[in-house]
């Protein structure tokens, strides 16, 4: 992302990385989960139409997500980066 910004000339290019721990027992579980549940519904027919998966295949993998993030041993961490900078006028 820094070299893009650059790209485009932006300066005083910074950035910082967050990770958000959403594990089972966690604050953030509950919105996570629901995130989760939309998010592959969304994506569903994308990966069905390019083949990455069969009909059957991602109706599957959607019950198994739901369940396994509700297990009391579920652990998940999600990191990302914002990077910003400045434009010059």
Known sequence: ????????G?????HKAHAIDFSVWTEAH????QNCVIAFKLVQPFLVKM???AQEEADQKYQQMLIEMMMKDFYALWYY???WGRKPQ
């Open 10 to 14: 932006c300066q005083d290019i910074e």
């Open 30 to 33: 509950e919105s996570m989960y």
């Open 1 to 8: 992302m820094s070299r893009l910004l650059h790209e485009v």
């Open 81 to 83: 980066l914002t990077v």
């Open 51 to 53: 083949g990455v998966m």
